[in-house]
């Protein structure tokens, strides 16, 4: 298949229905699951854009992803995205 690649892109934390619930102290327990902390720690940051930014942040590397041999594992976070 002539031109095609394929990649699998990380698109790092996005703020979403679910983290409503994974943030929620009453719903999960920090104690129990360390990792609760880092999530709620990045919620409303830049670390954790909204489904919307997100979409906007890989929409901005999509022409990126061709510099890259096919089947590689990329990460959003690592990639500078273009608005």
Known sequence: MPGTALCA???????????????DPAKTDAAHF????????????????????AARNITGIINKLMAFPSGSFLDIRTMEVQD
Do not use: F, I, K, W
């Open 9 to 23: 892109l990380a698109p790092g934390l996005v703020d979403t229905a679910m983290q409503d619930y994974l943030c």
């Open 34 to 53: 360390p990792s609760l902390g880092n999530l709620r720690n990045a919620r409303g940051t830049d670390a954790m854009p909204s489904a919307d930014q």
